[in-house]
Structure formats: structure tokens, C-alpha cells
């Protein structure tokens, strides 16, 4: 297994080894001693898997105070470009995003810890999309920013957003409250 920093503390690159041979493929796609000793110690208490058709774009949301949560997302089947944005106020990479695409073939996982909002976008023409959470949703922690907001200027890689009503009326990146500080470590 190789982990990668990306240029974003905190958001870590996972590619598991993956064993192929005639009769496919196997890998580990989690195992607790291993994602401990590479920087990732939090437990995960909630698997969510999602599918979307390519233009769809969800997200970028998060989760505030005792529901806030960290994610580890991959992809089952399709490719989708990743996102998430630091949203802990002080960072020194505040309001920042960094952005991979994630698919099948290569089995990449992304590690986004607390303080990001994240979403994605479906690049291929169907696309299952796996991630380990932290903390159970809770609707009244819930919290979205808008996908195009004019000041995080993300490229999504995608012509016409398929965007949820829900996603619709999200904030806009300069309203969002001040729910997560960075502390130097």
C-alpha cells in the first residue's frame, strides 16, 4: 500500500495493493493497523455507497460539532473526480480545493479528514461510489455549499451538472459559518 500527502494537509492518497490475476482482482480496501500507521486512526462507523448517472454532481456538503466526519471514498465502479475543500478557518490552505479522479481500474482511495467539505462528479456513464465514515449522518448537522460557487472556481470536468434541488439551495462559500478552526500542530 502507498500513501501520498497531497499539497493539502491532511487529505492523503491511498493505492492499496491490488493482486490480479485470471480470475480478476483482490485488495484490501480497509484494514484498521495498516490505515493507523499511514495517518488515518479515526473508526469508521458508517459505510455509504452511492450510484449516479455521468453529469451528476453531489455535494460539496459536510457535517458540523459532535457529527462532524472524516471520509475514506472510492470508487466501485465508473470514475468520478473527487473534491474536497478546506474549510477550517486560519489554514493556511483555507478555501482551498484539491481535486483526483477516482475510478475502478486504478482502486485510489481518498482520505478526507474533518474540516473539509467534499462532493464529486461522474465522469463515466454510470459510476458506484463507496465511502467510510467517521460519524453517522445527522440532518441537523448537515451542512452543503454550492458546487459552483464563484469563489472556489472548481472545474468538475463536466458540461451539464445533474444537481439535486437539495444541493441547489446551498450556501455560498463566503456565508459559511465559522464551525471549524485549524490549530498548528
Known amino acids: 500500500?502507498?500513501?501520498t500527502k497531497t499539497e493539502i494537509p491532511g487529505l492523503l492518497i491511498v493505492q492499496p495493493d491490488v493482486f490480479n490475476d485470471s480470475r480478476g482482482y483482490f485488495f484490501e480496501s480497509y484494514n484498521k493497523n495498516r490505515y493507523e500507521g499511514f495517518g488515518i486512526p479515526d473508526d469508521f462507523i458508517q459505510d455509504n455507497i452511492s450510484k449516479s448517472s455521468k453529469g451528476t454532481v453531489r455535494g460539496l456538503h459536510y457535517q458540523v460539532g459532535g457529527k462532524a466526519q472524516g471520509k475514506?471514498?472510492?470508487v466501485i465502479e465508473g470514475e468520478v473526480l473527487d473534491v474536497a475543500v478546506d474549510i477550517r478557518f486560519n489554514s493556511p490552505t483555507f478555501e482551498k480545493h484539491f481535486s483526483l479522479i477516482l475510478n475502478s481500474k486504478t482502486k485510489s482511495?481518498?482520505?478526507?479528514?474533518i474540516g473539509f467539505a467534499h462532493g464529486f462528479s461522474v465522469l463515466s456513464d454510470e459510476a458506484i461510489?463507496?465511502?467510510?465514515?467517521t460519524n453517522y449522518y445527522s440532518k441537523a448537522h448537515e451542512r452543503s455549499i454550492i458546487f459552483n460557487d464563484t469563489d472556489l472556481k472548481i472545474d468538475w470536468k463536466i458540461e451539464s451538472p445533474i444537481v439535486s434541488e437539495k444541493d441547489?439551495?446551498?450556501a455560498n462559500f463566503k456565508d459559511i459559518a465559522k464551525d471549524f478552526v485549524f490549530i498548528k500542530e
Request: hydrophobic residues 45%; proline residues 5%.
Open 109 to 113: 482511495q481518498l482520505w478526507i479528514p
Open 72 to 74: 475514506l471514498c472510492q
Open 168 to 170: 441547489l439551495q446551498a
Open 129 to 133: 461510489f463507496s465511502y467510510k465514515c
Open 1 to 3: 500500500m502507498k500513501v
